[in-house]
């Protein structure tokens, strides 16, 4: 007697095409780094290397200076500089900068 023979192996799915890749037209660009908002001195004032008023003074700003604000405090301290930040200004001694 001979050997049964093997089924017949069912067919394979038909391939499915990959979706296309994107392009880099298709890709978004990242989004732009938002600058820092730029903050006028009201009065002269203090920048201070701590927010509070019993930190060192690093330097007196002008009335009319402009700063930019890099974080605020809960209590309304100002981190303020010009490329980077320098020390902290009470939030009463600045207003925004008018576009």
Known sequence: PRPAEPAPASPAPPARALPPLPTAAAIPPPPAAEQPARLTVRAAANIRAQPNNKATIIRTA???????????SYDDWV???DT???GWMFGKYLVPVKP
């Open 79 to 81: 981190e303020v500089g």
């Open 62 to 72: 002008p009335q009319g200076e402009v700063l930019r604000e890099f974080s605020r």
């Open 84 to 86: 980077r930040p320098q």
